[in-house]
């Protein structure tokens, strides 16, 4: 409201100065023209028209108050606790260095009301002074360093290598008979490994886990590292791949030293084929030794590898190199499908846990309704989900749950994206099933597929 309509409402309000909707009209042209002082000057003048009952009445004014700097008469007329007199409130104590006050005050808004947060407010919240006294010139000085993370404790580590929380087979939704050959065939062994020493049956070994991306194949791998209660090394192809000739070959022997003096530990893989790709594709020497250069690695001739297991996961078994598979390397191949009804159900119930939802979600007709979805496509269905509700939270002015309408709109929205690697799949199990090693997916896909 610019100054020439505020002036005219004034001259209005002069003449009928009972008019009480003119009266809150201008106070909060006031504010929306970046004048609270002349908010101020009006609240002081018709104060015995304003209801002070009221809290509509109360929050204008208070925020008159705090914008013109006068912190102390505003958090005196917020005293409800609606939320948004809270999150007023925390301005006010935070103008009068009340920090833990200003925290409790804004926390509790934000609870009630979601549409509330304020993330620079909550920055300046969580600013920290910490303050050193020095000479100068046979003075003492103090410094102050403002700074929005805890300075007295040590952040470099948590930087560059932040803590990941343990994951379970609790975590992963669905995939139960995997899961029961896994933790039969690597989990038991490292859990007891004296009988299986008894048997000579050796703790370790390689899996190679393959299948449609986004269906688990990761989360699998951690999660059998959660249950084995092993170190978990998760290898990036950029921490092996090197521009010099023989760096990569030494960086990849490192990388299962570390493993060797850290067992029992987990070794994984993504995206194997990068490095272990088919031999005979490759006009490259140097392909071809950091792939014989891993085979040496997983036999483990100069180092014992006991206690060490190599999971490895791939989108393209077929270009992996057809020596991994030999017994005692990557002896066990797991297909990862994608999640069957019952794991849909299972998987959106938990990505919807914690989410404010509606009691009435039915995630089992949900799932029904998303034939071919991989984990990650359920993922982003709940997160379209959770964008409609925003949407409608911000609209409304307070917090919407999550509803059946709004998950079957995202149904409709997101798109399985597992059907190009099935069809891609199929071929190579009908044209190329050396040894029946794509036995698995042809079951899978004579008992979900078409055509």
């Not at 920290?128 to 929005?148: A, C, M």
């Not at 090693?437 to 079951?443: G, L, S, T, W």
Request: negative net charge; aromatic residues 6%; charged residues 25%.
């Amino acid at each position: 409201m610019d100054v020439t309509t505020r002036d005219a409402l004034k001259v209005a309000l002069e003449a009928s100065p009972d008019n009480y909707p003119l009266l809150m009209t201008l106070l909060r042209g006031t504010l929306a023209g970046q004048a609270p002082e002349e908010g101020i000057a009006l609240i002081q003048e018709f104060r015995s028209s304003m209801d002070f009952n009221s809290n509509e009445d109360r929050l204008l004014a208070a925020t008159c108050f705090l914008e013109a700097g006068e912190a102390e008469t505003a958090l005196a007329l917020c005293h409800s606790e609606d939320p948004e007199h809270l999150a007023l409130r925390a301005r006010a104590l935070l103008i009068l260095e009340r920090t833990d006050e200003a925290r409790e005050a804004y926390r509790a808004a934000v609870k009630a009301n979601r549409t509330l947060e304020d993330k620079p407010f909550e920055a300046q919240l969580n600013a920290h002074t910490p303050e050193k006294v020095i000479e100068r010139n046979g003075q003492p000085t103090r410094l102050r360093v403002i700074s929005n993370d805890d300075t007295d404790q040590t952040e470099l580590n948590r930087l560059l290598k932040p803590e990941e929380e343990t994951v379970t087979f609790a975590d992963v939704g669905g995939l139960s008979s995997i899961k029961k050959q896994i933790e039969k065939r690597i989990i038991l062994p490292f859990q007891k490994p004296s009988i299986f020493e008894r048997f000579k049956k050796r703790v370790g070994g390689g899996i190679l886990l393959f299948g449609p991306p986004g269906c688990g194949k990761t989360l699998l791998a951690r999660a059998t590292a959660g249950e084995c209660n092993a170190a978990f090394i998760n290898v990036a192809i950029a921490d092996v791949l090197d521009m010099y000739i023989g760096e990569s070959e030494q960086k990849l022997h490192a990388i299962f030293e570390q493993a060797r003096a850290k067992t029992p530990s987990v070794l994984f893989f993504d995206e194997i084929e990068a490095l272990g790709g088919k031999r005979q594709y490759t006009r490259e020497g140097t392909s071809s030794k950091l792939v014989s250069q891993f085979l040496a690695e997983m036999d483990g001739f100069q180092k014992n590898n006991q206690g060490v297991l190599v999971l490895a996961a791939t989108n393209v078994p077929w270009a992996v190199d057809s020596a991994f598979r030999r017994p005692g390397r990557f002896d066990r191949v797991l297909f990862v499908p994608p999640p069957d009804r019952e794991a849909r159900a299972s998987i959106l119930d938990l990505h919807l846990a914690g989410r404010p939802t509606v009691k009435d979600i039915d995630t089992t007709s949900l799932a029904r309704a998303c034939k071919g979805f991989s984990g990650a496509d359920l993922f982003e269905l709940v997160e379209t989900a959770s964008d409609l509700a925003i949407e409608e939270s911000l609209q409304k002015g307070e917090e919407s749950p999550i509803t059946g309408a709004m998950m079957k709109a995202a149904v409709g929205e997101v798109k399985p994206t597992t059907l190009e690697w099935l069809t891609t799949a199929r071929n190579y199990a009908r044209y190329a099933n050396e040894g029946g090693q794509y036995d698995e997916v042809m079951a899978f896909l004579k008992k979900h597929g078409k055509g």
